[in-house]
């Protein structure tokens, strides 16, 4: 904060003049130390004048990931945008974490309170840079003065009151909740008083005062002997995150997993319709229905974001387990049919007192088989080779198709991303 208190006072000065000079691009990589342990503000290729009568006009749109607010996305930057940068820059600073995009927190906002990743922050400095990250630009700071002086606020301290001097009391445990265990002083006889011990100070130095309220004592728990623990109160300004927002995000949808879900679909359902209608154009509407599988599976491989390339291993993916379910499910559909065939001859021979002629097996296979294997193409010299072009195709047309599929889940990412932001940016 010592370094960059003298950059929010140079960027105050920038955004006072007439018209205001906003940076747009704060982020650490834009800030050097110097040997003189001073800081710097540098890259200045993204600043644009700013006219409140004409804060309509759009700039242009360079984002930084993690630093750049959401109006920025549109390219509607405000000196509210220099404010949400630099608070992220000192976020980052300040707990070794990026923090999340604005994109991503105007779906659902998980950006975890800093002082959930480091309890050395003090109270006053996490309530300015969480209201210095507000999603909405009225909602922050109205000017870097104003961010300044909240940083440089001091905390509030009971000892000045002679009322409220009392024992030390120690500080009730958070709820379990938080996921976090309450930081200890280093020492026993530190000076500088937490928060939660102020606020059992001042509740304690209410009661003395004749308000006739006692401070909670702890209550036996029946059966134990045990005293259960006095109701926990939050410290003043210690803002409470979900737990669901220090867990882990949902990862993507896996490239192998949805190739090897739409494969076995395609392959299976394929197989079923020639066993079923035993006619060369359900051979071909089974390609076709490939293609489609093809381009599902690269679609909901990258429908919730990642590389439009992943949709392009799922289609490929796709392609192999279908080859391979096709006709593992063709063979022993036709097993089925074919002793099913074979039965019924039999039962025909009894029936009508005759026998069953020796070619059974033959004739019976010719009733079952579908036409595609009658095909002249299938029957033709060389086979492998014609087997072996056929395959190859098969792979191209997959990889292809898969990779159109992610395009169209990239697509529908980034536009279901900015569908969501539109109500943040209405105001911004």
């Known amino acids: 904060l010592g370094w960059l208190l003298p950059v929010v006072q140079i960027l105050q000065e920038l955004h006072s003049r007439s018209p205001a000079v906003i940076h747009r691009d704060i982020k650490p990589a834009n800030i050097i130390l110097t040997p003189e342990r001073n800081a710097v503000l540098v890259d200045f290729g993204l600043t644009r004048l700013y006219e409140v009568e004409k804060s309509g006009q759009t700039g242009a749109r360079a984002v930084s990931e993690g630093f750049s607010p959401i109006e920025q996305y549109l390219g509607k930057t405000t000196p509210q945008s220099d404010i949400y940068a630099l608070a992220a820059t000192m976020y980052m600073l300040l707990t070794n974490t990026l923090p999340l995009s604005s994109l991503s927190r105007s779906m659902q906002d998980e950006l975890v309170a800093p002082r959930i990743r480091n309890p050395a922050i003090s109270p006053q400095v996490e309530r ?82 004749g308000s006739g309220q006692r401070t909670p004592q702890p209550t036996p728990v029946r059966g134990t002997g045990k005293a259960s623990p006095a109701p926990v109160t939050v410290p003043p300004g210690y803002v409470l995150v979900p737990q669901n927002a220090l867990a882990p995000p949902k990862p993507l949808p896996s490239a192998t997993g949805q190739g090897c879900l739409w494969g076995l679909l395609q392959g299976v359902l394929s197989a079923l319709l020639l066993l079923l209608f035993k006619k060369e154009a359900y051979f071909y509407t089974g390609i076709l229905m490939g293609f489609l599988f093809y381009l599902a599976a690269g679609y909901f491989t990258t429908h919730r974001g990642g590389n439009a390339f992943r949709g392009a291993w799922a289609g490929l993916w796709a392609g192999f387990i279908s080859v391979l379910a096709f006709w593992i499910a063709l063979l022993i559909g036709l097993l089925i049919q074919l002793t099913n065939r074979i039965n019924a001859d039999e039962q025909a021979a009894r029936l009508h007192g005759g026998n069953v ?27 492998q080779t014609q087997l072996l072009i056929f395959l190859l195709a098969g792979i191209v047309f997959a990889f292809l198709f898969g990779l159109l599929g992610g395009f169209l889940g990239r697509l529908r990412y980034r536009t279901r991303l900015q569908k969501r932001a539109r109500p943040v940016l209405k105001n911004a």
Do not use: C
């Not at 606020?153 to 445990?173: G, Q």
């Not at 296979?365 to 009658?374: E, G, I, R």
């Open 128 to 209: 300015t840079l969480l209201k210095a990250l507000s999603m909405q630009a009225e909602d922050r700071y109205q000017s870097m003065a104003d961010f300044a002086r909240a940083l440089q606020e001091k905390p509030f301290t009971a000892y000045s009151d002679p009322t409220l001097a009392a024992p030390r009391i120690p500080p009730p445990p958070p709820p379990l909740s938080l996921g976090v265990q309450p930081s200890s002083p280093p020492h026993a006889s530190s000076i500088a008083p937490t928060m939660a011990d102020t606020a059992a100070k001042r509740t304690q130095g209410q009661g003395q005062r």
């Open 357 to 383: 002629p020796q070619d059974e097996i033959q004739r019976a296979w010719k009733v079952v088989m579908p036409v595609f294997l009658n095909h002249p193409a299938a029957q033709s010299p060389p086979v």
